[in-house]
């Protein structure tokens, strides 16, 4: 992408994991080390069919995978739990984050999170990092917060929407951009959405935003024939606010 786009950004919408933080790398420690006690290991493929996906259906669906483990899906995820929980306090923001996310605050860039993650789970990720996710201001949207319905996870595009309408004021309409008139199609078309999973970027594009792809270097070898994003990155370090109509970072 090298074009500014036609319609200038109003406001974000950050994804978390392995977005702003490095908890993809940790969580496919954790669920190797489970993995491995039954031979079996995560391949990039099933690992790109879990990022986005709420816990419990991604849970169901890794397990898919390897019926031969005899765990039930409670197990895995209380073994899986408390074995993460163990890591949360060592995580750390990926290269970008923090300049950014403080660019577009100090600049009044309205800018939410959508996460899968649990209300719980986010604190526990994130009680380290208020520097940065304190000037969220509490617009975050989690996975159990009863606000995505059964079913609609990414790659369907309810968590961005829910998190423009409810958390940023934004005339968005409903779930699909087919259900939208004109006003509303422009409206989501001011979105700017930052992810790192495919299903989120099929979620965004769906969601009639833009989106910025930032993935693990490991998925950009994963089949893939979804929507494209907007502009894939190495890092957020490489995003020039500009090209989107938003303030530059000063010299």
Not at 25 to 36: P, Q, R, Y
Not at 57 to 69: D, I, K, N, V
Not at 169 to 196: H, P, Q, S, T, Y
């Amino acid at each position: 992408m090298t074009d500014k786009p036609s319609t200038t950004v109003e406001y974000v919408i950050f994804d978390m994991d392995g977005l702003m933080i490095d908890s993809e790398h940790l969580d496919t420690e954790v669920i190797n080390e489970i993995l491995a006690r039954y031979g079996k290991t995560l391949t990039w493929d099933i690992k790109a069919s879990l990022m986005g996906k709420l816990e419990r259906e991604a849970a169901e669906h890794l397990l898919s995978f390897f019926p031969g483990t005899s765990l039930t899906i409670d197990e895995y995820l209380r073994e899986r739990d408390a074995a993460q929980d163990l890591r949360w306090p060592n995580i750390q923001l990926l290269p970008g984050v923090e300049r950014l996310v403080t660019h577009l605050h100090g600049h009044g860039i309205p800018m939410a999170i959508a996460t899968a993650s649990r209300r719980a789970k986010f604190v526990a990720k994130t009680s380290r990092l208020g520097k940065v996710f304190g000037l969220f201001d509490g617009r975050v949207v989690c996975g159990d917060d009863g606000k995505v319905r059964p079913g609609r996870a990414k790659p369907c595009p309810d968590i961005f929407l829910t998190a423009a309408r409810e958390y940023l004021g934004r005339d968005v309409g409903g779930e699909e951009v087919d259900e939208c008139n004109n006003k509303e199609i422009l409206e989501r078309a001011k979105g700017l959405i930052f992810e790192d999973a495919l299903l989120g970027v099929q979620a965004g594009k769906r969601a009639g935003m833009k989106v910025v792809w930032v993935p693990d270097p490991n998925l950009l070898d994963v089949e893939y024939t979804g929507p494209r994003p907007d502009e894939t990155l190495n890092s957020l370090c490489e995003f020039l606010p500009e090209k989107y109509g938003l303030p530059p970072y000063d010299p």
